[in-house]
Protein backbone atom coordinates (compact mmCIF):
# COMPACT_ATOMS: atom_id res chain seq x y z
CA UNK A 1 0.00 0.00 0.00
CA UNK A 2 1.62 2.65 -0.92
CA UNK A 3 2.23 5.81 1.88
CA UNK A 4 4.63 7.56 0.25
CA UNK A 5 3.48 9.80 -3.20
CA UNK A 6 5.45 11.74 -5.60
CA UNK A 7 3.97 13.99 -9.11
CA UNK A 8 4.71 13.48 -11.80
CA UNK A 9 5.67 10.21 -12.27
CA UNK A 10 7.64 11.43 -15.41
CA UNK A 11 8.72 14.61 -16.66
CA UNK A 12 10.38 15.93 -20.14
CA UNK A 13 12.45 19.18 -20.45
CA UNK A 14 14.51 21.12 -22.49
CA UNK A 15 18.13 22.56 -20.48
CA UNK A 16 17.75 25.03 -18.89
CA UNK A 17 14.27 24.86 -17.86
CA UNK A 18 13.08 25.33 -13.93
CA UNK A 19 11.49 21.90 -12.50
CA UNK A 20 9.88 21.04 -9.32
CA UNK A 21 8.97 17.76 -8.09
CA UNK A 22 6.50 16.83 -5.56
CA UNK A 23 6.31 14.40 -2.50
CA UNK A 24 4.40 13.73 0.14
CA UNK A 25 4.40 10.66 3.01
CA UNK A 26 1.05 9.57 4.76
CA UNK A 27 3.45 7.95 7.69
CA UNK A 28 3.71 10.72 10.43
CA UNK A 29 7.16 10.54 10.06
CA UNK A 30 9.81 12.66 11.08
CA UNK A 31 12.29 12.31 8.35
CA UNK A 32 12.21 12.64 4.62
CA UNK A 33 14.73 12.36 1.83
CA UNK A 34 15.43 12.04 -1.83
CA UNK A 35 17.47 10.98 -3.56
CA UNK A 36 18.89 10.18 -7.19
CA UNK A 37 19.29 7.43 -9.05
CA UNK A 38 21.21 7.19 -12.69
CA UNK A 39 21.36 4.99 -15.05
CA UNK A 40 23.18 2.51 -13.62
CA UNK A 41 20.88 2.03 -10.41
CA UNK A 42 23.24 3.53 -8.29
CA UNK A 43 21.28 5.66 -5.76
CA UNK A 44 22.92 8.26 -3.75
CA UNK A 45 21.30 10.83 -1.38
CA UNK A 46 20.43 14.56 -2.09
CA UNK A 47 18.40 15.70 1.03
CA UNK A 48 17.01 14.63 3.81
CA UNK A 49 14.49 16.76 6.43
CA UNK A 50 14.00 15.95 9.98
CA UNK A 51 10.98 18.40 11.68
CA UNK A 52 11.77 20.92 8.22
CA UNK A 53 15.32 21.10 9.38
CA UNK A 54 17.73 20.15 6.81
CA UNK A 55 20.22 17.50 8.78
CA UNK A 56 21.97 16.13 5.52
CA UNK A 57 23.33 18.06 2.57
CA UNK A 58 25.05 16.14 0.14
CA UNK A 59 27.45 18.10 -1.68
CA UNK A 60 24.59 18.52 -4.75
CA UNK A 61 24.56 21.50 -7.39
CA UNK A 62 23.60 24.73 -6.36
CA UNK A 63 20.33 24.70 -8.74
CA UNK A 64 19.43 21.43 -6.79
CA UNK A 65 17.19 22.89 -3.82
CA UNK A 66 14.77 20.88 -1.50
CA UNK A 67 11.75 22.46 -0.27
CA UNK A 68 9.13 21.87 2.57
CA UNK A 69 6.03 23.15 4.11
CA UNK A 70 5.65 20.42 6.85
CA UNK A 71 6.73 17.45 7.84
CA UNK A 72 4.87 15.50 5.57
CA UNK A 73 5.50 16.97 2.45
CA UNK A 74 9.31 17.85 0.67
CA UNK A 75 9.22 19.12 -2.79
CA UNK A 76 12.55 19.49 -5.08
CA UNK A 77 13.44 22.25 -7.57
CA UNK A 78 15.87 22.53 -10.05
CA UNK A 79 16.67 25.66 -11.10
CA UNK A 80 18.09 25.32 -14.14
CA UNK A 81 18.50 21.85 -14.99
CA UNK A 82 21.26 20.38 -17.21
CA UNK A 83 21.58 16.93 -19.11
CA UNK A 84 23.27 14.97 -16.59
CA UNK A 85 20.07 15.65 -14.41
CA UNK A 86 18.49 13.32 -16.34
CA UNK A 87 17.63 10.44 -13.90
CA UNK A 88 15.21 9.20 -12.08
CA UNK A 89 14.07 10.83 -8.16
CA UNK A 90 12.63 9.05 -5.41
CA UNK A 91 11.15 10.04 -2.34
CA UNK A 92 11.65 8.63 0.80
CA UNK A 93 10.82 8.84 4.51
CA UNK A 94 11.58 7.18 8.04
CA UNK A 95 10.29 7.49 11.46
CA UNK A 96 13.96 8.84 12.42
CA UNK A 97 17.30 8.07 12.02
CA UNK A 98 19.39 5.44 13.09
CA UNK A 99 17.70 2.08 12.53
CA UNK A 100 14.79 3.33 11.13
CA UNK A 101 13.51 1.83 7.82
CA UNK A 102 13.10 3.79 4.96
CA UNK A 103 10.16 3.74 2.52
CA UNK A 104 10.17 5.01 -0.43
CA UNK A 105 7.83 6.69 -3.36
CA UNK A 106 7.38 5.51 -6.64
CA UNK A 107 10.22 8.02 -8.22
CA UNK A 108 10.35 10.58 -10.66
CA UNK A 109 11.58 10.28 -13.84
CA UNK A 110 12.95 13.13 -15.40
CA UNK A 111 14.00 13.49 -19.05
CA UNK A 112 16.38 16.62 -19.99
CA UNK A 113 16.70 16.72 -24.03
CA UNK B 1 35.06 6.35 4.66
CA UNK B 2 32.37 4.22 4.64
CA UNK B 3 31.74 2.14 1.24
CA UNK B 4 29.38 -1.12 0.92
CA UNK B 5 30.21 -2.99 -1.98
CA UNK B 6 27.78 -5.43 -4.15
CA UNK B 7 30.47 -7.86 -6.33
CA UNK B 8 27.75 -9.77 -8.05
CA UNK B 9 25.94 -7.66 -10.89
CA UNK B 10 23.97 -10.58 -11.67
CA UNK B 11 22.57 -14.16 -10.39
CA UNK B 12 20.56 -16.25 -12.48
CA UNK B 13 19.07 -19.63 -10.84
CA UNK B 14 16.26 -21.85 -11.01
CA UNK B 15 12.68 -20.81 -9.12
CA UNK B 16 12.45 -22.58 -5.80
CA UNK B 17 16.25 -23.00 -5.05
CA UNK B 18 17.91 -20.75 -2.10
CA UNK B 19 20.22 -17.91 -3.26
CA UNK B 20 22.90 -16.12 -1.51
CA UNK B 21 23.59 -12.50 -2.50
CA UNK B 22 26.85 -10.91 -0.91
CA UNK B 23 28.02 -7.65 0.68
CA UNK B 24 30.75 -6.32 2.03
CA UNK B 25 31.12 -2.61 4.14
CA UNK B 26 33.46 -0.30 5.62
CA UNK B 27 32.82 1.03 8.36
CA UNK B 28 34.69 2.99 11.66
CA UNK B 29 31.84 2.81 14.04
CA UNK B 30 31.28 0.09 16.24
CA UNK B 31 27.45 0.66 15.68
CA UNK B 32 25.67 0.38 12.59
CA UNK B 33 22.88 -0.80 11.24
CA UNK B 34 22.73 -3.18 7.74
CA UNK B 35 19.72 -3.10 5.24
CA UNK B 36 18.54 -5.20 2.60
CA UNK B 37 16.26 -3.41 0.33
CA UNK B 38 14.51 -4.75 -3.35
CA UNK B 39 13.72 -2.84 -6.33
CA UNK B 40 11.30 -4.35 -8.98
CA UNK B 41 10.88 -4.38 -12.38
CA UNK B 42 8.69 -1.29 -11.72
CA UNK B 43 10.69 0.54 -9.79
CA UNK B 44 9.51 0.50 -6.68
CA UNK B 45 11.50 0.27 -3.52
CA UNK B 46 11.09 -2.07 -0.78
CA UNK B 47 12.64 -2.98 2.56
CA UNK B 48 13.41 -6.56 3.06
CA UNK B 49 15.50 -7.38 5.97
CA UNK B 50 18.07 -5.15 9.02
CA UNK B 51 20.92 -6.23 10.68
CA UNK B 52 22.10 -4.34 13.99
CA UNK B 53 25.55 -4.62 14.48
CA UNK B 54 25.30 -5.47 18.17
CA UNK B 55 23.41 -8.43 17.47
CA UNK B 56 25.12 -11.60 17.32
CA UNK B 57 21.65 -13.58 15.58
CA UNK B 58 21.05 -13.62 12.51
CA UNK B 59 18.04 -11.60 11.14
CA UNK B 60 15.01 -13.09 9.59
CA UNK B 61 12.11 -12.42 8.07
CA UNK B 62 10.05 -14.40 6.29
CA UNK B 63 11.91 -16.29 3.49
CA UNK B 64 15.03 -13.69 3.72
CA UNK B 65 17.63 -14.57 6.00
CA UNK B 66 20.96 -13.16 7.00
CA UNK B 67 24.25 -14.04 7.24
CA UNK B 68 26.08 -11.75 9.48
CA UNK B 69 29.96 -12.19 9.46
CA UNK B 70 31.00 -9.46 11.45
CA UNK B 71 35.06 -10.12 11.58
CA UNK B 72 34.75 -10.30 7.83
CA UNK B 73 32.14 -7.35 7.47
CA UNK B 74 30.38 -9.19 5.75
CA UNK B 75 26.12 -9.80 5.80
CA UNK B 76 24.81 -11.95 2.76
CA UNK B 77 21.39 -12.10 2.08
CA UNK B 78 19.69 -15.84 1.82
CA UNK B 79 16.76 -15.69 -0.06
CA UNK B 80 14.84 -19.67 0.50
CA UNK B 81 12.30 -21.51 -1.82
CA UNK B 82 12.81 -18.94 -4.32
CA UNK B 83 9.93 -17.62 -6.67
CA UNK B 84 9.71 -15.73 -9.68
CA UNK B 85 8.34 -12.67 -8.29
CA UNK B 86 11.93 -12.70 -6.67
CA UNK B 87 13.16 -11.48 -9.47
CA UNK B 88 14.61 -7.95 -8.92
CA UNK B 89 17.69 -5.68 -7.70
CA UNK B 90 18.73 -6.16 -4.46
CA UNK B 91 20.23 -3.43 -2.72
CA UNK B 92 22.48 -3.38 0.43
CA UNK B 93 22.64 -0.31 2.87
CA UNK B 94 24.70 0.61 5.75
CA UNK B 95 23.97 3.28 8.26
CA UNK B 96 26.01 4.63 10.89
CA UNK B 97 27.09 7.69 12.75
CA UNK B 98 30.20 8.58 10.45
CA UNK B 99 27.72 9.05 7.93
CA UNK B 100 25.13 11.51 9.92
CA UNK B 101 22.94 8.07 9.47
CA UNK B 102 22.49 8.41 5.94
CA UNK B 103 22.19 4.96 4.01
CA UNK B 104 25.17 3.95 2.06
CA UNK B 105 24.12 2.10 -0.62
CA UNK B 106 26.02 -0.80 -2.81
CA UNK B 107 25.85 -0.41 -6.55
CA UNK B 108 23.13 -3.77 -6.32
CA UNK B 109 22.86 -6.70 -7.28
CA UNK B 110 20.43 -8.31 -10.19
CA UNK B 111 18.37 -11.36 -9.38
CA UNK B 112 16.89 -13.56 -12.07
CA UNK B 113 14.88 -16.72 -10.78
CA UNK B 114 13.98 -18.85 -13.83
CA UNK B 115 11.18 -21.21 -14.31
Known amino acids: ETAVFQTPNYHVTQVGNEVSFNCKQT?????MYWYKQDSKKLLKIMFS???????VNETVPRRFSPQSSDKAHLNLRIKSVEPEDSAVYLC????????????FGPGTRLLVL | AQKVTQTQTSISVMEKTTVTMDCVYE???????LFWYKQTASGEIVFLIR????KKENATEGHYSLNFQKPKSSIGLIITATQIEDSAVYFC????????????WGSGTKLIIKP
Open chain 1, 92 to 103: ASSPGTGRDTQY
Open chain 1, 27 to 31: LGHDT
Open chain 1, 49 to 55: YNNKQLI
Open chain 2, 27 to 33: TRDSSYF
Open chain 2, 51 to 54: QDSY
Open chain 2, 93 to 104: AMRDMDSNYQLI
